[in-house]
């Protein structure tokens, strides 16, 4: 059943889709919504929806299906059918309410007759429990009430059902279905009386009957007492609104029989008022309740009331006269009535709201039939705040009658349209930027937070440091008052009007201060929300004194610069204007004039009351043109009225207190003035006033703010391209367009011709050229509104010829136009015919008129032959000649130059394909032949080249021990490399740690404890293999004085994991590092190996990188993409370098700073070398040469180039570097056109700084992206500019480099991997005989027979694990830096070097990489010596378990307190104290004893009790 409704959503039909602005729309008009807990349920008209707090759809149930059987006679059945089968009935919901403890949604209605379904309340497809029972009215369409109500017996509570319906004289079912009471009481659940949905109680029936016509609006129920809400129309025609008070007790009779009632009274005489709208306010008591009334009845004329409705039970039960539980009621009583408490919100179209209460305030939400959502908080003493709108409709959208709180969050309101549902935030804090603008707000859901210095939820600020608005309604944050003592002492007393958090609070304080002198003598203790301060003179200079007062609440501070005065000093005729100037003083206003604050009246009511007693002649208005805009304003209105010739602003306030908008006046005649109506925030009436120069306002009149313009259609959608065609616009409020704006023309507004409601006449301006459509808008205030069509413009109306028919007493005219898009009609065009100088008009024909003809007719005229046709459409006017004898030739002519122009045309071609046909021809054989020189020339190298390079490399820079372990131990954590290494000058010190770091050392040499310990880590998820590295290598740290040890721990473990992979896949074992003991292996055989490194194998692996640097250096570099023309990696070399010279340098040293200069230095460099590439070869030469460094690093020196006896500087980049696109080309020196025996100056920037200085420029993020070298970038470029650049280069020619590059260097890669599988003096190193000897015994011991699985583990572990990583980084080695390009000749080396353990071989074809072709014929000669390196390590005589400890011993001994171990120790408590109960679990397992699990809980004591370990 729900496949229809998911199949609707995922293919995105309109109807059911959560759109950007966060509103869901609905298939249907919404009928019903409510909201549990985080689900909210609506009723449309014919599906059933579920939605998420966040309206996202989770379920939808459509109501359509078949009925079958008949509601009398007790067959009826009623089952749904997908969206698009066939239906006979529908299901409309007339009470939908979610029983949360029962965990159902219970959903009543009608289909023929009463109809009721139990739903799963998680899953509203899922249906119980359904019966054809009428639960509530039985139309379709029926305003009623229903509610769950708990009814309190004497053993325990039920929940039943109350359904108030709606009851009218002229109301008729039209079927034999029953007649529902006005209220009834239904079970939920077959315990109850009667079973589900029954309504029997004990005898009699219990029920509630109207004795005329009721319509109920709301009802609810507040601990056992139930509140119903109703209009009960009179006889007069006038209405009443009723409350129903009824106690839920003892049973359904019980209930209905409690019946007691009162009037509800807007006025004294308001029989009228009618009740929209209600929402009870959360807390109490008492119990109070607003609603929503049409004061008159209609629904314009709304206001939102408080009353008290907190329930009467003294008075007699069941003697309402509008309402009985048994009836006829014998006595009936007069009601009590209710009077409103206060009238809290005016405005007109209300439609519904809802009352929450937030701290000490009530918040109302209100919704309109015009599409606004207000929100509007009051106070304890019911003073209202400025409303503020949360949400306002462009067009005039009604909201639903009802709306709920979002459950989940508190912060977002439903807000139900017709078939709209939106979820609007209760508030905008975040769009108040200062405390003053979040303060002013006057939002008790808003604080300002200290700590992150914005205006948000409270529950969003982190701490209590928080201000917000006091619990009662201010119009200052902080006020203050002057008041004088009886001793002549002045106070100046200041308020602050706030609440705030506890830690606001705590740390209030004010300061003041003055530019003059100190202004206080003392100054009170601040007591929030009060401050005082005692000013140092007892009189005030004339002129004023300013005060600035600083107050601090937490992390906040408030600043008001204050103006003191002598109070008696504000003097003057008594006026309105001298009294506001005496409040806003901080003084007090009496009937002698200004005085202090302590002896007059200090708010600004009396100068209102003074201004009314007032008698002069004030301003009055009579009438604002227009006086009804929409709420973006409006320009140029105009006011009349009279004495208006002071007037200087108009003033426009809304019903309530808020912040008034001013406008300004110009063309003021006295009796009118133009001004504009600024925007609004909200639709509704709002006040005018005009103001005077001493800022009184008077007179009244009212503006009213309704929807902005929309367009919804337009006729025609075309327009000619000369413009002026009258279009027609269709919508709503468009009477309030001051003019129509096309999106070609934005400058030219035109205004309409006449306007209506809905209609909108205007002409369209010219068509720009090349513009084809043009988008509407309108022009309204100072805004633009888009329309949601577009006009196609299309050239003018062409008309080609006429003919004229004499008929009668009148002539018809046909005249023949050419068919277009326009769509023409008679109306648009205006015909005059022209005969001897006198125009006839031509009457146009409806019926006749088609796309290529217009018939029209000339009344009563004797001729019949017009010369000429005058043509008016829009306001250009054509003329239209008579039929001429030279067509035809004309015509003939015209054909004939055509043809002529098409022979021409293909003679041309032709010509134009042969030349092209030529260049092409050419253009390849060129291709051809720079493909053959590259080849031949490829050849020639690979047969010339020579490859003597430099095997005397000087002394070979190795890496002291320590400094070559740390960066095999942690070669991904720089920070642990650096701080477990001693320092120079620690190494001998034998240091001893302190008592926490003695006993976790201690404790891992408990082989149980650490094997456990291990275990536990690597079986925790968040254990990953970052984490397995950095303890193994930190375990070898602290246990390198104890390899022997080590070396049992490493065995233990590695036992276990063969035991792992014993039945998966052995030949995986060691093959990645995955555990700790596969990283523990690779730092043991770096400890135990680093002899034979060092002597055996160092020498042959610094030669061999030192070969490849040679031979890289002897080709192109490009310096941006590091790709080389020589190197051993396919994927890094350079095969579009341009052709190169070499060159030899004459390099001279700047000596001093007078000028000097040392020896020549002659060094090799090549044309295409950057000038940075030729200073590291400088570098080079001069190192080489010398065996030491030259002074200055390479970024320090600069290098200039003598010509014709001057020395020029030599930039990377300058003024003459060549630029394509947006990059720039890096000067070289063939670029500099430096020659063969140049000779080549070195300087230091810092004794000799450049005129220009200029940094690397690889310092640069963007260095890639705004240099080249020797690879042009990817930009189109003239290829005349460049030839030799622009020839055609292929990367396979290029690929005999790599070949060159292998020779070159192979006897070096040859002797290197000699030296790592040679065994001299036939004997290999104690370490790799002994873990292949113990290889060999798990192998036994694991019944493991194929050798290939033993061969696989053993160059797992040594090859693999240990060598490959010192092939692949000499710079763990050796003091150097490894650049790009070395290391990928060095992956391609390391690769032969493993093929060279493989037993697989490997089929190579022409696809095959070429690393892996590089050394195809070497690979089997390599296979047979590791083959026999392996043999021969086999055969050797076993090393004793003795030997091998003398050997780690003796290795433990020669590196000694080289690592700081305490630093180990801290990082490895770290792992313990994370996982310590995992630890102390696993031990147990394992059966520790308990003296470990105590040492355990000792060293943990120890650790918490210091923090951290420390040194003795």
């Known amino acids: 059943m729900l496949l229809p409704a998911l199949l609707l959503v995922l293919w995105g039909a309109p109807a059911r889709c959560l759109e950007e602005n966060g509103a869901f729309t609905f298939d249907g008009d919404i009928r019903l919504f409510t909201v549990a807990n985080n689900t909210v349920y609506v009723a449309t008209e014919e599906t059933l929806y579920q939605l998420s707090h966040d309206l996202t759809l989770v379920h939808s149930h459509t109501q359509r299906g078949i009925l079958t059987g008949s509601f009398q006679t007790n067959t009826a059945h009623f089952s749904r059918v997908s969206e698009k089968d066939k239906e006979n009935a529908t299901f409309r919901v007339n009470i939908l309410l979610p029983f949360v403890e029962n965990k159902t949604v219970i959903s009543c209605g009608v289909i023929e007759c009463g109809y009721c379904e139990v739903l799963d309340l998680n899953n509203i497809s899922d249906v119980k429990y359904m019966e054809h029972v009428p639960v509530g009215p039985p139309w379709h369409n029926s305003s009623s009430v229903g509610l769950l109500v708990n009814v309190e017996r004497v053993t325990n509570t039920e929940t039943y059902i109350l359904a108030a319906t709606e009851r009218r004289k002229d109301m008729s079912t039209k079927t034999s279905c029953p007649d529902p009471d006005a209220v009834s009481i239904h079970s939920t659940n077959n315990k109850q009386s009667g079973g589900i949905f029954s309504a029997v109680g004990y005898s009699p029936k219990p029920k509630i009957t109207s004795t005329g016509s009721v319509e109920f609006v709301d009802g609810f129920q507040l ?195 017709k078939n709209q549902m939106m979820r609007v935030p209760v508030s905008k804090c975040s769009t108040y930027t200062s405390v003053q603008d979040c303060w002013s707000a006057q939002d008790p859901y808003c604080v300002w937070c200290s700590s992150k210095r914005r205006c948000i939820f409270e529950d969003e600020c982190p701490d209590s440091d928080w201000i917000s608005i006091p619990d009662d309604s201010q119009q200052k944050m902080v006020s203050y008052s002057v008041v004088k003592e009886d001793t002549g002492q002045i106070t100046l007393n200041i308020q602050t009007h706030l609440t705030g958090g506890q830690k606001a609070l705590d740390n209030f304080a004010c300061q003041f201060s003055s530019t003059a002198t100190k202004p206080c003598s003392t100054e009170s203790r601040p007591q929030f929300p009060r401050c005082s301060c005692t000013l140092s003179s007892s009189t005030l200079p004339a002129e004023g004194l300013g005060v600035t007062v600083k107050i601090r609440l937490g992390e906040t501070t408030l600043s008001e610069d204050l103006k003191l005065s002598n109070c008696s000093d504000i003097r003057g005729p008594p006026s309105s204007v001298l009294c506001r100037q005496c409040i806003k003083a901080g003084c007090g206003w009496s009937s002698n004039g200004c005085s202090w604050a302590n002896q007059g009246l200090g708010n600004d009511g009396v100068c209102q009351k003074m201004e009314s007693m007032m008698n002069f002649s004030k301003p009055q208005i009579s009438s604002i043109a227009p006086s009804v805009v929409s709420f973006y304003g409006r320009n140029h209105a105009v006011l009349s009225g009279s004495n208006l010739r002071d007037v200087t602003r108009v003033r426009i306030q809304e019903d309530m207190d808020c912040t008034p908008k001013e406008s300004p006046v110009w063309n003021n005649t006295g009796v009118s003035l133009t001004f504009h109506i600024p925007s609004a925030d909200n639709k509704g009436v709002v006040q005018v006033c005009v103001v005077l120069q001493d800022g009184s306002c008077h007179g009244s009149a009212k503006i009213n703010y309704r929807s902005s313009p929309s367009c919804t259609n337009i006729t025609p959608r075309s327009s000619w391209a000369s413009g002026t065609r009258k279009i027609t616009l269709t919508g709503s409020h468009l009477e309030f367009v001051e003019g129509v704006v096309h999106s070609h023309a934005l400058q030219e507004v035109k205004p309409p011709r006449n306007s209506s409601y809905q209609h909108l006449t205007y002409e369209t301006p010219a068509a720009e050229k090349g513009n084809s459509t043009s988008t509407v808008s309108l022009k309204v205030a100072n805004e633009t509104l888009s329309c949601s069509t577009t006009i196609s413009y299309y050239p003018d109306p062409e008309f080609t010829a006429f003919t004229a028919i004499k008929t009668g007493a009148d002539v018809r005219i046909t005249i023949q136009k050419k068919v277009d898009k326009l769509e023409l009609s008679p109306a648009e065009v205006l015909v005059w015919g022209v005969q001897d100088g006198k125009r006839y008009p031509c009457i146009t024909e409806v019926e006749e008129t088609s796309e290529d003809l217009i018939i029209c007719e000339i009344k009563n005229t004797s001729g019949t032959k017009f010369q000429e046709l005058k043509i008016q459409f829009g306001d250009k006017q054509v003329t239209l000649a008579g039929k001429s004898s030279f067509l035809p030739y004309l015509l003939l002519f015209v054909i004939l130059l055509v043809v002529l122009i098409i022979v021409v045309v293909v003679i041309v071609c032709r010509s134009q394909q042969k030349k092209l046909t030529d260049r092409m021809n050419k253009r390849m054989e060129d291709l051809e032949l720079d493909i053959r020189n590259d080849i031949r020339q490829g050849f020639v190298d690979l047969q010339t080249e020579k490859t003597d390079l430099m095997e005397n490399v000087g002394a070979i820079p190795f890496l002291d021990y320590k400094h070559f372990a740390s960066r095999i131990f942690f070669s991904q954590n720089e920070s642990l490399m650096t701080s477990c290494i001693k320092d120079i000058g620690q190494d001998a010190v034998k240091v001893k740690l302190d008592e926490c770091c003695q006993g976790l050392s201690r404790l891992i040499q408990d082989q149980l404890f650490l094997t456990s310990m291990v275990h536990a880590l690597e079986e925790q998820k968040s254990f990953t293999i970052n984490d397995k590295c950095t303890l193994a290598s930190l375990l070898t740290v602290a246990l390198h004085n104890k390899l022997s040890y080590l070396t049992e721990v490493m065995e233990a473990l590695l036992r276990a994991l063969m035991q792992q992979n014993s039945n998966a896949q052995p030949k995986l074992l060691l093959r990645r590092t995955e555990s700790t003991v596969e990283k523990l292996l690779t730092n043991w055989m770096s400890i135990c190996l680093y002899g034979f490194l060092r002597e055996s194998v160092g020498q042959h692996l610094f030669l061999m990188v030192s070969a490849l640097t040679q031979q890289t250096a002897k080709g192109p570099v490009d310096c941006v993409t590091e790709k080389a023309l020589y190197t051993l990696s396919e994927d890094w070399l350079l095969w579009q370098a341009q052709d190169f010279s070499s060159l030899k340098l004459k390099v001279l040293f700047a000596v001093g700073s007078d000028g000097e200069v040392s020896e020549p230095l002659e060094v090799n460099a090549l044309s295409c070398d950057s000038i940075e590439q030729v200073k590291e070869k400088i570098l080079s030469a001069f190192k080489a040469k010398f065996g030491f460094p030259y002074n200055s690093p390479l970024r320090d020196v600069r290098i200039e180039y003598e010509r014709d006896g001057v020395f020029f500087p030599l930039e990377e980049v300058d003024a003459s570097s060549e630029v394509i696109g947006e990059v720039t080309m890096l000067n070289t020196l063939k670029h500099y056109k430096v020659p063969d025996g140049a000779t080549i100056k070195v300087l230091s920037k810092k004794t000799h700084p450049p005129l220009s200085p200029q940094g690397s420029l690889k310092d640069d993020e963007n260095f890639s992206g705004k240099y080249f070298h020797l690879i042009d970038p990817d930009v189109e470029e003239d290829p005349k500019k460049n030839p030799e650049r622009k020839k055609l280069k292929l990367k396979e020619v290029h690929l005999t480099k790599l070949l060159s590059t292998k020779v070159a260097v192979h006897s070096f890669v040859e002797n290197l991997f000699r030296s790592i599988w040679g065994t001299p003096p036939s004997r290999a190193p104690p370490a790799v005989k002994y873990f292949f000897d113990f290889l060999d015994t798990q192998a036994d011991n694991m019944k493991i027979t194929d050798p290939d699985v033993l061969h696989i583990w053993k160059t797992n572990s040594l090859p693999l694990r240990y060598w490959v990583n010192i092939l692949k980084n000499p710079q763990f080695v050796f003091d150097m830096e490894k650049t790009p390009q070395l290391e990928s000749c060095l992956s391609v080396i390391a690769q032969a070097f493993m093929d060279s353990f493989s037993l697989s071989e490997t089929q190579l074809g022409k696809h095959a990489p070429t690393n892996k072709l590089l050394y195809a014929r070497d690979i089997p000669q390599f296979k047979q010596e590791v083959k026999a390196y392996y043999k021969q390590i086999r055969d050797q005589s076993p090393i004793t378990h003795s030997e091998f400890k003398e050997f780690l011993q003796e290795e433990s001994k020669k590196h000694e307190n080289e690592f700081n171990e305490a630093v180990a120790l801290r990082e490895l408590y770290k792992f313990l104290q994370r996982y310590f109960t995992e630890i102390k679990e696993k031990l147990d397992q394992n059966g520790a004893p308990p003296e470990l699990t105590e040492q355990l809980h000792h060293v943990k004591n120890l650790f918490d009790g210091l923090k951290s370990c420390s040194w003795n």
């Open 223 to 417: 601990n056992s007492i139930i509140y119903l809400l109703s209009n009960v129309p009179s006889s007069d025609k006038s209405n009443k609104v009723r409350l129903i008070w009824l106690q839920g007790r003892d049973s359904k009779t019980q209930t209905l029989a409690s019946l007691r009632g009162a009037t509800l009274s807007i006025s004294d005489g308001g029989g009228g008022s009618r009740l929209i709208s209600s929402s009870v306010i959360p807390g109490g008591p008492p119990v109070l309740w607003s609603g929503v009334f049409s004061v008159d009845g209609g629904p314009t004329n709304t206001e939102l009331l408080l009353f008290d409705i907190s329930p009467d039970l003294t008075g007699a039960t069941d003697g309402d006269p509008d309402f009985c539980s048994i009836c006829p009621v014998k006595t009936k009583l007069v009601p009590k009535t209710l009077k409103p408490k206060t009238v809290l919100f005016r405005q007109s179209y209300m439609t519904s709201v809802l009352a929450v209460r937030h701290k000490a305030w009530m918040v109302f939400f209100i919704g309109t039939g015009d599409g606004q959502l207000i929100k509007l908080a009051v106070d304890k003493n019911y003073e209202t705040t400025c409303p503020r709108v949360l949400y306002r409709a462009s067009d005039d959208r009604q909201l639903f009658p009802k709306m709920h709180l979002d459950q989940v969050d508190l912060k977002h309101v439903y807000m139900p349209f």
